[in-house]
């Protein structure tokens, strides 16, 4: 069964920095992208950052590009996510999810983790103005 935990959420101030973990295991595919999702109250989930396990490909959502930086531990199946400069309307839920394949992309992942990625519990991100 493929495992996928969040941590590192929490409150902080706008301007403020922080790291989000997402550990993933049991996976039975030798490539993985692996990224988070972000859900605001009221609002439909929307895709963050993710990243390639194969050639670190990376994509971020234009309203975090510049501010958020995703990498990636291979041997740990650990996957990071540095959000700096944080906004109030970066509040939100934020869950990682995680695809595999034979040969996986990240725009795979756009089109594939919400629906059939492996998820995490999700951690709560919040920003004071």
């Known amino acids: 069964e493929v495992t996928v935990v969040e941590s590192g959420g929490g409150l902080v101030q706008a301007g403020g920095s922080l790291k989000l973990s997402c550990a993933a295991s049991?996976?039975?595919?030798?490539?993985?992208?692996i990224g988070w999702f972000r859900q605001a109250p009221g609002k439909e989930h929307e895709e963050v950052s993710c990243i390639s396990s194969s050639d670190g490909s990376t994509y971020y959502a234009d309203s975090v590009k510049g501010r958020f930086t995703i990498s990636r531990d291979n041997a740990k199946n650990t996957v990071y996510l540095q959000m700096n400069s944080l906004k109030p309307e970066d509040t939100a839920v934020y869950y990682c999810?995680?695809?595999?394949?034979?040969?996986?992309?990240?725009?795979?992942?756009?089109?594939?983790?919400?629906?059939?990625?492996?998820w995490g519990r999700g951690s709560q991100v919040t920003v004071s103005s």
């Open positions: 049991g996976f039975s595919f030798d490539k993985t992208v």
């Open positions: 999810a995680a695809i595999g394949g034979v040969e996986v992309t990240i725009f795979d992942w756009i089109r594939q983790a919400l629906d059939f990625g492996s």
